[in-house]
C-alpha cells in the first residue's frame, strides 16, 4: 500500500525542491518541510478535480477517507509515513486533531509537527510528540501551556532541526536542560519568554548547528549571550524587545562574524555598542528600532558595505546620519520612520544619487523600500526621491533598480510633491495618510499603474479624489478609514476588480454603498466600521443573498428587495462592521461566508446567542469580537 499510496516521483522530485512544500512524507531529512505548513484542502471529490485540473491521487483520497473515518482507529502506526504525515496536517487544518485522536499518531514516525496556537495541546501531548523519537525533524508548539516536564519529552528527539515555542510562557530554565541532547538543531525560537534567564543560556553553547535563533522579549537574558560565543554557525540572532540588552552583551556578539540578520530594537544598546559590530561584514539586515543611537554610529553602519536592510526608526538619526549612508551601495529596504530626517536629509539621498551617476555601483542606487513615517519631509525634499527612477531607468543595464515601496505617512507632503512621484514607474506601495494631499493632488499619482497598495486615510480626500483612480485597477489594497467617501464615490470602486482588503470607516457609507461594492467577489478583508447607518441589508449585500433595485432617486422610499443575482464575497475572510445597526436577523446572512474567521461586532444589536447559532451551525472557525 505504501507505494500506491506515495505521490507521484515527478511531484516528490518538485516539492524536495522547496522547504516550504506540502507535506514530508517518506521523503530524507535534507528536504523536510519546515512551518508553516501548508495545508492541501480537500472538499468534495470532484472539488479536487476542478482545483488541480485532473483526478486525485490514491493518496488524497487516503487522507480524505482516513480522516472522515478517524474515530474507527486504534493506532495510525501501520499506516506508511507519507499517508499518516499528510493525515496529522490535514486533521490540523480541519481543527479536528484532538488529545484522543492524536494518541493515535503514537510511533507513526512523523517528521514535521506543527501545533503552533493550536487549542488543547498540553503536557499530553508532549508525550506523543516524544514518541515520534529520532524521525522528528520540525516542531512547534507556540503558545501552548507546556511545563518543564512536559517539554522533557522530546529529549529523545535528537535528530531535531527546528523548534519553536514562541509564546510558552510556563516554560523556564529547567526546560532548557533537554537542549544540551539536540545538538542538530538549526532553527531555535522561543518569544516572550518571561521565566527564561540568563543562566538558561548556558545549556545553548553545546547547540554548535545553530543557524537561527530568535529569543525576542525574553527579557531577562541580558549577561547571558557570553555564554553562546561557540555558536560560530549562527547567521541570524533577535534579540528585540529584550529591554535590558545592553552594550556589554553587544560585544559578545562581535564574534559571530557570518552573522546576517541581527535584530536589536528596542534594546539598551547605544552608539558605543554599535561599535562592536564594525567586524560583521556579513551582516545584511540589521534592525535597531527604538535604541538609544544617534548619528555618530552611523560612521560605523557605513562600513558594513552587505547591508541590504537598516532600520532606525524611532531613533534620534538626523539629517548628518543620513549622508554617510552613501556607501552602503546594496541597501534595499531603509526605515528612517519617526526620526528627525528633513528636508535637508533628503538633498543627501540626491548628493548620493549624483555620485551614483559618476560611480555607478555607489550611492543608494538599489533602494526598494523608504519609509518616511512622521519625519519632517515635505514637498521639496520629496523631489529628490525622482532621481531614484530617473537613474535606474537611464542605466537598467547596470541592473539599477525602481523604488518598490514609499511611506510618507504623517509628513509635510502636499500635491506639489506627488509630481515628483510620478515617474516612479514600479512603484508597488504608496503610504499619503495624514499628509496635505487632496483630491487635485492624486491626479498625478493616476498613472502609477504599477500601485497595488494604496493609504489614502486622510480627512481631505473625498469622492472626486477616488475618481482620478480609477486606472489604478492592479490595487490589491485600499485604505481609505478617514477619507470622506460617500455611496456616491462607491461605483467609483468596481474599477478595482483585484481589491483583497478595502477599509471605508468615515461613517457615510449606508446599505447602498455596499451594494456598489457587491461585486468586489477578491476581498478577502473588509472594514466597514464606524458606518453607523449599516443594516442588515448589507450583510445581505455582502453575502449575495438579496440585490437592490432602485426605483426613485430616494434609497429609503423606494429601496426594493428581490431574489439574489450575484455571488456574494466568498472570499472574505475579516469583516468589522462595529458601530453599526446590525442585529441578529441580520447575522444570519454571513452563513454563506464559508471562508470568514474574524468578525467584529462592536456596538451592534448582536446578541450572544445568535453568534452560537451562526458558529455552531455554519462558521465553527468564526471568531467574534464584541469589545
Known amino acids: 500500500m505504501g507505494s500506491a499510496c506515495s505521490r507521484r516521483r515527478d511531484q516528490l522530485e518538485i516539492e524536495g525542491l522547496d522547504s516550504q512544500s506540502e507535506v514530508s512524507g517518506g521523503l530524507s531529512r535534507n528536504i523536510s518541510l519546515r512551518w508553516p505548513v501548508k495545508q492541501p484542502s480537500f472538499g468534495n471529490e470532484q472539488e ?44 490540523v487544518r480541519r481543527q479536528q486533531l484532538t488529545g484522543q485522536n492524536f494518541v493515535l499518531f503514537s510511533e507513526c514516525a512523523l517528521q514535521d509537527i506543527h501545533l503552533g496556537d493550536y487549542a488543547g495541546v498540553d503536557d499530553s501531548w508532549m508525550e506523543v510528540i516524544g514518541k515520534q523519537g529520532e524521525s522528528l525533524l520540525a516542531l512547534d508548539i507556540s503558545s501552548a501551556p507546556i511545563s518543564d516536564e512536559g517539554f522533557s519529552f522530546i529529549k529523545g528527539c535528537w535528530n531535531l532541526e527546528a523548534l519553536c515555542m514562541n509564546y510558552c510562557l510556563q516554560i523556564s530554565d529547567i526546560a532548557c536542560t533537554t537542549f544540551t541532547g539536540l545538538t542538530n538543531l538549526t532553527t531555535l525560537s522561543f518569544r516572550n519568554s518571561n521565566l527564561i534567564t540568563a543562566a538558561a543560556m548556558t545549556h545553548l553553547s553545546e547547540l554548535v548547528n545553530l543557524t537561527s535563533l530568535d529569543l525576542e522579549k525574553c527579557p531577562k537574558i541580558h549577561g547571558g549571550l557570553a555564554h553562546l560565543k561557540g555558536l560560530t554557525k549562527l547567521k541570524s540572532l ?6 535590558n540588552i545592553n552594550n556589554a552583551d553587544i560585544r559578545a556578539v562581535a564574534g559571530f562574524t557570518d552573522l546576517e540578520e541581527l535584530q536589536i530594537s528596542r534594546s539598551r544598546v547605544n552608539d558605543n555598542g554599535i561599535l562592536a559590530l564594525r567586524g560583521l561584514t556579513k551582516l545584511r539586515t540589521l534592525c535597531m528600532e527604538g535604541c538609544p543611537v544617534t548619528a555618530a554610529c552611523m560612521d560605523t553602519l557605513a562600513g558594513l558595505k552587505s547591508l541590504s536592510t537598516l532600520n532606525v526608526k524611532h531613533c534620534r538619526v538626523t539629517d548628518t546620519g543620513v549622508r554617510k549612508m552613501e556607501g552602503l551601495v ?38 526598494e523600500s523608504l519609509n518616511l513615517d512622521s519625519c519632517k519631509v515635505g514637498d521639496f525634499g520629496v523631489q529628490h526621491f525622482k ?56 491626479r498625478r499619482i493616476s498613472g502609477i499603474t504599477s500601485l ?30 478617514g477619507a470622506r467617501i460617500t455611496d456616491q464615490g462607491t461605483p467609483y470602486l468596481k474599477h478595482f476588480k483585484r481589491l483583497q482588503s478595502l477599509e471605508l470607516c468615515n461613517g457615510s457609507i449606508t446599505d447602498a454603498g455596499v451594494r456598489n461594492i457587491k461585486d468586489l467577489t477578491s476581498l478577502t478583508s473588509l472594514n466597514l466600521s464606524q458606518n453607523t447607518h449599516l443594516t442588515d441589508h448589507a450583510l445581505q449585500f455582502l453575502s449575495g443573498t438579496i440585490v437592490a433595485a432602485y426605483h426613485d432617486v430616494d434609497w429609503l422610499t423606494s429601496l426594493t428587495f428581490e431574489s439574489c443575482g450575484h455571488a456574494g464575497m466568498t472570499s472574505l475572510v475579516s469583516l468589522n462592521v462595529n458601530n453599526s445597526r446590525i442585529t441578529n436577523a441580520g447575522l444570519q446572512h454571513l452563513r454563506h461566508l464559508s471562508n470568514l474567521t474574524s468578525l467584529a461586532l462592536h456596538s451592534c444589536k448582536v446578541s450572544q446567542d445568535a453568534v452560537n447559532m451562526l458558529q455552531s451551525s455554519s462558521l465553527p472557525n468564526l471568531t467574534v469580537i464584541r469589545r
Open 238 to 243: 533577535n534579540v528585540g524587545w529584550c529591554i
Open 452 to 481: 497595488t497598495s494604496l493609504n489614502l486615510d486622510s480627512r481631505q480626500i473625498t469622492d472626486n479624489g477616488l475618481m482620478g483612480l480609477t486606472s489604478l485597477t492592479n490595487l490589491t489594497s485600499l485604505d481609505m478609514f
Open 387 to 442: 532621481g531614484l527612477n530617473k537613474l535606474t531607468f537611464f542605466s537598467c543595464v547596470r541592473g539599477l533598480r525602481n523604488l518598490r515601496q514609499l511611506d510618507l505617512s504623517d509628513t509635510q507632503v502636499g500635491n506639489s510633491g506627488l509630481q515628483h512621484l510620478s515617474g516612479l514607474n514600479k512603484l508597488e506601495s504608496l503610504n499619503l495618510s495624514f499628509t496635505s494631499v487632496t483630491d487635485s493632488g492624486l
Open 330 to 367: 546594496n541597501l534595499k529596504h531603509l526605515d528612517m520612520g519617526y526620526t528627525e530626517i528633513t528636508d535637508i536629509g533628503a538633498t543627501f539621498l540626491r548628493v548620493s544619487l549624483n555620485v551614483i551617476v559618476k560611480t555607478p555601483r555607489a550611492g543608494l542606487s538599489n533602494l
Open 48 to 91: 479536487l478535480v476542478l482545483k488541480a485540473g485532473e483526478h486525485p491521487t490514491l493518496l488524497d483520497i487516503a487522507v480524505r477517507h482516513t480522516c472522515q473515518n478517524i474515530g474507527r482507529y486504534r493506532s495510525l502506526a501501520t499506516l506508511p509515513r507519507d499517508l499518516s504525515q499528510q493525515v496529522f496536517n490535514e486533521l
